[in-house]
């Protein structure tokens, strides 16, 4: 057996010092925490802090026991200009960080240094290597972060260069070719970091890239084809302005295309296919809706709609898949949809684990309800548990758990006794459980809400399976289904373990809407525990 030596590329993560530069981002301790240990944990080479000394988290977290197993990176600026190493109090606390590696940030277009930093082309370059000097002699790895690279070497190639040179001949490890605007393009990236390596081995190359012309990833492996060997960018592509670099995006790129094959990252298989997950995670510790559409990880990425597709699906799933789902922890999904014919339907019946001979037929006659509350506006495709259900009930597998007899929701707007204007929701359910009648009321900040509290107060037997279940996530929209405008209710659901389904009602009246789709995703959630009837 032959051996083949890959070459090895290096992934640096910059999700909590760059991504934390996010309009809406803030990082606790915890969250910074957490998300190192995550990259840790799924291969990736260096994680970025922050700034230690700069703010008190960053500091904290410099101070924290991490015991990670990756090379911890501190982030901040080379000496100012004039000042001695000794003698500047921002270098002294990034050089007392409690880090693997310092990432040094300096100026590398002459234009900047004239204008930004006030001082010579000369002096910014003995602050770059006055500062790698002074990390190596405390024994940091170091890397030099050259801001503006791009624009400063269509500018003044040479001094570009030289400030590259300089940290790399005082030993830095890195030097970091950053597109800090984000505005150059894959073959503008490809050609300059092709005559870079000319200079510095591409195995001290590094690229930065930011995404304001969506070209970030393409920029990335743009500078991979020219030699650099290091990537620097963030979960989610997480960053200010258009983000940075999407890792979650370059991470299977690099692993399953043939092109990338003659490199190693330190990103198992098996941890490929957690990436998903971590995906997720983030968005979860951000409060965001997960992009669907998001390549790779997204809900959609491995999603097809129409039947044709889906029967060739069925037979061959590679026909119609750039890579295999698994591979990244994603899932294959024929949608239900109108144009999708009995073949979708067989599908989904066998992801969610119903046995039904492909000629039954209540198959056909599952379609045509499929496609007639279509046409009234539900939408199974983003509700795969309200799906699911129709699918069990049209097949006669859904006990009848409970029946709500009626509801009742009050709202009042009033004066409260400090003159306050307040709105006070009230509602009240009623509901057979069995032989009995179990009346329960809530309030609630809106109706919406007081309806599921009440709901979900009291359900006798059943309450046991219901107490932790969450409401995530709660969208509205309009519909013009032709003869009247209705609205449309998606409820996302979380329980106990951590599992989230959709579930969607449809009505002329917000209210009737939202209590269709509550009472799937409770309903749901008892077929899902196997509670008995
Ligand atoms: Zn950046």
Not at 193 to 208: F, L, M, N, S, T
């Amino acid at each position: 057996m032959r051996t083949v030596i890959r070459e090895r590329l290096y992934l640096f993560d910059t999700t909590l010092r760059d991504g934390a530069q996010t309009n809406g981002v803030d990082f606790t301790l915890h969250d910074k925490l957490a998300i190192a240990g995550m990259l840790a944990e799924l291969g990736i080479d260096y994680v970025e802090g922050g700034y230690p000394g700069a703010n008190p988290i960053d500091s904290e977290l410099f101070a924290a026991d991490r015991k990670l197993d990756t090379t911890f990176t501190a982030f901040g600026m080379t000496r100012r200009p004039g000042r001695s190493t000794s003698n500047d109090p921002g270098l002294a606390a990034l050089l007392e960080a409690r880090a693997d590696a310092i990432c040094f940030v300096a100026k590398s277009w002459d234009y900047h240094v004239h204008v930004a930093l006030e001082t010579t082309l000369e002096e910014n370059l003995a602050s770059i290597r006055d500062s790698v000097r002074a990390a190596k002699a405390k024994g940091r790895e170091v890397l030099l972060d050259c801001e503006h690279f791009f624009d400063g070497y269509k500018a003044n190639p040479s001094y570009a260069l030289a400030c590259a040179q300089a940290a790399y001949e005082e030993g830095a490890r890195w030097v970091v070719l950053c597109d800090t605007n984000g505005g150059t393009l894959p073959h503008e990236v490809e050609a300059i970091v092709r005559e870079v390596v000319k200079h510095i081995p591409g195995d001290h190359v590094a690229i930065h890239a930011h995404n304001d012309t969506e070209q970030a990833v393409a920029n990335s492996l743009a500078a991979v084809r020219a030699g650099a060997r290091q990537i620097q960018g963030t979960l989610n592509g997480l960053g200010e302005r258009c983000g940075n670099a999407n890792l979650i995006s370059i991470i299977p790129t690099l692993k399953l295309k043939p092109e990338f094959a003659a490199f190693e990252i330190g990103v198992s298989d098996e941890k490929l296919k957690s990436l998903a997950q971590v995906s997720r995670t983030l968005d979860e510790m951000l409060n965001r809706a997960p992009n669907r559409h998001a390549p790779y990880v997204g809900e959609s990425a491995f999603v097809t709609k129409a039947g044709i597709h889906a029967s060739a699906i069925l037979k061959e799933p590679a026909t119609y898949e750039h890579v295999p789902p698994a591979a990244i922890g994603n899932r294959r999904q024929v949608l239900v949809s109108e144009q999708g014919g009995r073949a979708n339907v067989l599908f989904e019946l066998d992801r969610i684990g119903i046995a039904v001979d492909k000629d039954d037929p209540r198959v056909p006659r599952l379609l045509d309800v499929i496609k007639e509350r279509q046409t009234a506006g539900y939408a199974y495709e983003a509700a795969d548990a309200s799906f699911e259900l129709l699918a069990r009930r049209a097949l006669g597998k859904v006990p009848n758990f409970f029946d709500v007899g009626k509801f009742d929701v009050h709202v009042e707007h009033r004066i409260n006794a400090k003159g306050e204007r307040i709105t006070v929701t009230l509602a009240v359910v009623k509901v057979r459980v069995g032989n009995d009648d179990l009346i329960s009321a809530a309030e609630g900040n809106g109706p919406v809400n007081a309806l599921d509290l009440a709901l979900r107060k009291d359900l006798g037997k059943y309450q046991k399976y219901i107490d932790r279940l969450k409401l995530t996530d709660y969208r509205v929209r309009i519909l013009n289904t032709g003869t009247e405008a209705v609205t449309r209710v998606l409820i996302e659901s979380e329980d106990e373990n951590g599992e989230h389904w959709t579930t969607v009602g449809v009505s002329p009246n917000i209210i009737d809407a939202s209590f269709q789709a509550l009472m799937d995703s409770i309903v749901y959630k008892l077929v899902k525990a196997g509670a008995p009837a």
